[in-house]
């Protein structure tokens, strides 16, 4: 405890401003990740109206990543993504896609993305999120071409994927659905834009119970592609072939606790998308969430005992290639591990 009190003055300083900015947090929109959006001037609830319609497919996809084992200098990496596709009130498709372990450091990581195929400069930096975001829109993009006129393509995350994949590519999937009369959809759970300083589901959750009810459907538009931005050739992430995105924040059940962000293309019309994604959205277990995106989520999910299987290959080829059980733990024991159990 005396670490503790010896910092208590700047404990007390971080909780006496996280009270002003969760209590007061003032206004104005903000983006940490610096992408070109456009934000509303200010924040307005509105109803979601009934009857919801379901999709006649609803697809989702979801990615996993675990860290099987760590030299510091090397590691190894296993990722995954899944695919769903839930219709007429069942799911009519549950597929785990090929596990695959990457090895990244001491400049293994250009060998991992060459073999990858995947639109994203050859000198770009690689690591484990680059990779589990390739997977899983790769999958997204195979749910595109295989799904009907229609359907709902729902993935993990906002439609501005990690600034390493090319925009255009992306850009490119969204206008091949919207050919194809497929709407792409992104769901993030927890998402990094704030309100005045302030984390902004929050902030509109506390509005939606004051203005259009506890119990209530509801959506916000929050922000859009900036296209101004788009037209600069210097921008990092935004040529002029990029997505174009709207962005809102949407409670999608009565019985829901928490509201998510959710990326549309520019075409979409919000309220009837956000009427199917609600029309999927009633699992008792986690009320408000797409129901095929949390099975998707488990599908792809990289738990113990699969970084204990992967391992357990890897060691075989370690004695089929003679290499000694010492030189092994020497590279891969977690030494500060071991000095904080005593």
């Not at 990722?79 to 990457?102: D, Y």
């Not at 993009?141 to 990690?162: H, I, N």
Request: charged letters at 25%; glycine letters at 8%; hydrophobic letters at 45%.
């Amino acid at each position: 405890m005396a670490g503790l009190s010896h910092g208590s003055r700047s404990i007390g300083e971080v909780a006496a401003r996280l009270v002003k900015v969760l209590t007061d947090p003032g206004g104005g929109l903000a983006d940490p990740t610096g992408h070109d959006l456009v934000f509303e001037p200010v924040l307005s609830v509105r109803p979601l109206p009934e009857p919801l319609e379901a999709p006649p497919e609803a697809w989702a996809v979801d990615g996993g990543q675990a860290l099987v084992a760590d030299a510091k200098c090397l590691q190894v990496y296993v990722t995954r993504a899944a695919r769903v596709c839930w219709a007429k009130g069942r799911s009519v498709l549950e597929e785990e896609l090929p596990l695959r372990a990457h090895l990244l450091g001491l400049g293994e990581d250009r060998r991992t993305l060459a073999a990858l195929d995947a639109p994203v400069r050859p000198d770009a930096a690689v690591d484990v999120n680059l990779l589990r975001e390739w997977a899983e829109w790769s999958a997204a993009s195979s749910c595109v071409q295989t799904a009907g006129p229609g359907a709902l393509v729902m993935v993990d995350g906002d439609l501005r994927p990690d600034w390493r994949i090319a925009p255009e590519w992306v850009g490119r999937l969204l206008r091949e659905s919207a050919a194809r009369h497929v709407t792409v959809v992104g769901v993030t759970k927890h998402t990094g834009l704030s309100w005045g300083g302030a984390p902004l589901l929050a902030t509109l959750e506390r509005i939606a119970a004051e203005t259009v009810g506890e119990r209530e459907r509801w959506w916000a538009p929050v922000a859009r592609t900036n296209t101004s931005a788009r037209s600069n050739p210097s921008a990092r992430s935004n040529p002029s072939d990029g997505p174009g995105v709207q962005v809102v924040v949407a409670r999608l059940d009565p019985d829901a606790r928490f509201a998510f962000r959710v990326d549309l293309p520019d075409h979409a019309d919000p309220v009837a998308t956000l009427g199917q994604m609600a029309a999927v959205s009633d699992d008792a277990g986690f009320p408000g969430y797409p129901y095929p995106l949390s099975v998707a989520d488990r599908l792809a999910a990289c738990p113990a005992w699969v970084r204990d299987e992967v391992w357990a290959l890897i060691d075989e080829e370690f004695d089929r290639a003679g290499v000694e059980p010492d030189a092994r733990e020497r590279a891969f024991t977690d030494r500060h591990r071991l000095m904080e159990r005593y």
